[in-house]
């Protein structure tokens, strides 16, 4: 139970938890080019369900990503990145257009994504603005007239929507992994500019997503990783969740421990053979393509092109690996949430190279950015705001200290919500429950979320404003 004062500094940080809120469709219009100024490349990458702290450069004491690490180096890494909606459909529609789930509509089951929505994209206004315009790798988002659309996006496109296969095999019978594959199709794109013509290449690896339909572990099955990555880990104890006990299992409300999330939970880790060995499988994949990335920027460097190439790195969402009885992504705690995110300008001065930023950046910050970087105007209905300050230490006028999350999908074993993630409290609404479900977390005092206050009288009020300020927003219920 909280104290009076307690209860008062409680009301006082949801006061401007409100403010805040009510203005999150607020942008800055993007810097313009000064004339003669020559525009940078941009190369957006995108992995597919890998959690924020699964990088060598963000701490973790196993998985080895050195190129990603360097980018972090000379760079920007972002520790409070999160996705709005955790699941890649969405969240990759909220990645191109700039807009929330709840306005694009778009994810898995749903109509295509509107045409007027596409018309916001980044891709779209780069190369209205003579940007060459490629992509390369899983898109994950349905058009009303796909290869129409994809053709008006984009002036080079090596487009799929599957996660798997995860290999392709040459006419002489070698197997490649797809990460290597969509390597040399980013090289091909990157060997065909020049420095006259400002690109904008978007790589979305399908790694490392399971292969659901296969549930043999590891290689051949759940996790295939490529060849260069076959002896990597093998010795290695993979350390296990520690937010994982039956006690945290049996406080989940019942439709959580029927959700998808706990289905998959014996698909992939509920054996510690199973466990060992999936681990191993899958950090052998991040490491794969994370060589695939090291062989991109030296292609850059071949060309002459990386001295005015900013790299943009990111997930499209969290990922559960047995915490909390969990797998896969979709609910609302920070293992689902939480993404790794990393900017990287050769020409940053010297003293903002290799730092961390803790303002809230999110998927939806993207689109903003990227036309920042390009000096293209963000269209008005843009939600994001762009991270180019943050990055350069000029004053970042984003004073977001939180962001409205969602989950919309029809799914039977996946359950909806909506919600607030501030810099203290994770409050949301599973709303299509009978009766509805209400989670509230305070950061500050249980940063695991063990604890759901959701009923505790202390919180009452701060539960009625932030469920308010919910259903404020336009599609919330």
């Known amino acids: 139970m909280c104290s009076q004062s307690n209860k008062i500094a409680v009301l006082k940080s949801n006061i401007i938890l409100s403010c805040l809120l009510l203005g999150l469709s607020s942008v800055t219009p993007a810097k313009t080019i000064a004339k003669g100024k020559r525009r940078p490349n941009i190369l957006f990458i995108l992995a597919d369900d890998q959690r924020n702290d699964l990088l060598s450069c963000a701490g973790h004491p196993v998985v080895k990503t050195p190129t990603i690490d360097r980018l972090a180096k000379k760079g920007v890494r972002f520790t409070n990145a999160f996705v709005t909606t955790s699941i890649c459909a969405a969240s990759r529609a909220t990645i191109l257009t700039g807009l929330y789930e709840y306005k694009h509509g778009y994810t898995f089951g749903k109509e295509p994504i509107k045409q007027e929505d596409m018309k916001i994209s980044y891709p779209y206004m780069l190369k209205r603005s003579g940007y060459k315009t490629g992509f390369v790798g899983k898109l994950g988002i349905r058009f009303k007239d796909q290869q129409t659309l994809i053709d008006s996006l984009f002036d080079y496109n090596k487009v799929t929507d599957k996660n798997a296969p995860y290999f392709e095999y ?206 293209v105007p963000n269209p008005t209905r843009n939600q994001g705001i762009s991270l180019m300050d943050a990055v350069e230490q000029k004053d970042f006028i984003s004073k977001r200290s939180c962001f409205f999350i969602e989950h919309r999908m029809d799914h039977r074993k996946i359950p909806k919500y909506y919600g607030v993630r501030s810099s203290r409290y ?10 509805n479900y209400e989670f509230l977390h305070d950061l500050d005092v249980d940063p695991s979320q063990r604890i759901n206050y959701a009923k505790d009288p202390a919180y009452k009020e701060i539960i009625r404003k932030l469920s308010v300020e919910c259903r404020s927003i336009n599609g919330t219920r």
Not at 428 to 434: H, L
Request: include cysteine.
């Open 170 to 375: 040459a006419k002489d019978g070698t197997r490649r992994h797809s990460a290597e594959v969509k390597g040399d199709q980013a090289i091909e794109f990157i060997n065909q500019q020049h420095a006259e013509q400002p690109f904008c290449l978007s790589v979305s690896f399908n790694a490392v997503h399971a292969v659901d339909s296969n549930r043999k572990p590891g290689n051949e099955g759940h996790y295939p990783y490529p060849e260069s990555t076959k002896d990597m880990y093998r010795n290695v104890v993979m350390p296990t969740p520690k937010l994982l006990s039956q006690e945290i299992i049996n406080s989940h409300p019942n439709f959580l421990k029927t959700s998808i999330n706990r289905e998959r939970y014996f698909w992939r880790w509920d054996t510690p053979e199973k466990y060992q060995v999936n681990m191993r499988a899958y950090f052998r994949m991040i490491t794969g393509y994370d060589q695939v990335i090291s062989k991109m920027i030296k292609a850059l460097k071949r060309k002459g092109l990386a001295k005015n190439t900013v790299i943009i790195y990111m997930s499209d969402n969290g990922y559960y690996m047995g915490e909390r009885g969990f797998a896969g992504k979709w609910s609302h705690y920070e293992e689902s949430l939480r993404i790794p995110m990393i900017i990287y300008d050769p020409r940053m001065r010297k003293k903002d190279v290799g730092r961390t930023v803790d303002h809230m950046a999110l998927n939806l910050d993207i689109a903003a950015t990227i036309m920042d970087y390009a000096g």
């Open 426 to 435: 994770v409050y949301v609404n599973y709303y299509d429950q009978n009766p």
